[in-house]
């Protein structure tokens, strides 16, 4: 079980990863969604539908967060019928499309795809709790 100073419980998402989605939030998701997440960037009045509030994602979804539905929307390669036409760009292509190696460039792109979902995690209001550790069988 995760735990934090003072031995409380650690936060619900990876640190270390989140860290590393943090500047690839800002630098790819923060014109859109704001700084903060909220949907506010100064992109966000140019588009036809208002950007997410990423900070709600697991409070819409009754305090669960969806790592690989978010995997999946933020990768743009999957069809999500749902959501509708899709104004966000393909970032499983976006990330990877500078290395000429498509193995590698796979592997960046999943890579920044999952940091980006843990940042996402860590913004998320109210703070996700730590995962409950799996019961052995």
């Excluded at 979804?61 to 999957?78: C, H, L, S, V």
């Excluded at 990877?96 to 920044?112: A, C, K």
């Amino acid at each position: 079980h995760p735990r934090g100073a003072q031995g409380q419980p650690g936060p619900g998402h990876a640190p270390v990863l989140a860290g590393l989605g943090a500047p690839l939030f800002r630098r790819y998701g923060a014109s859109c969604h704001g700084p903060d997440g909220r949907g506010d960037g100064p992109a966000a009045a140019s588009l036809r539908t208002r950007p997410a509030d990423l900070t709600g994602i697991a409070k819409r979804r009754g305090g669960e967060f969806p790592n690989g539905k978010i995997a999946q929307f933020i990768d743009g390669r999957f069809a999500l019928p749902a959501h509708g036409s899709r104004e966000m760009p393909v970032w499983g292509e976006r990330f990877g499309s500078d290395v000429p190696d498509s193995d590698l460039g796979e592997s960046i792109s999943r890579g920044n795809i999952a940091s980006l979902v843990e940042y996402l995690k860590s913004i998320q209001e109210p703070p996700l709790a730590a995962a409950k550790p799996e019961k052995k069988r």
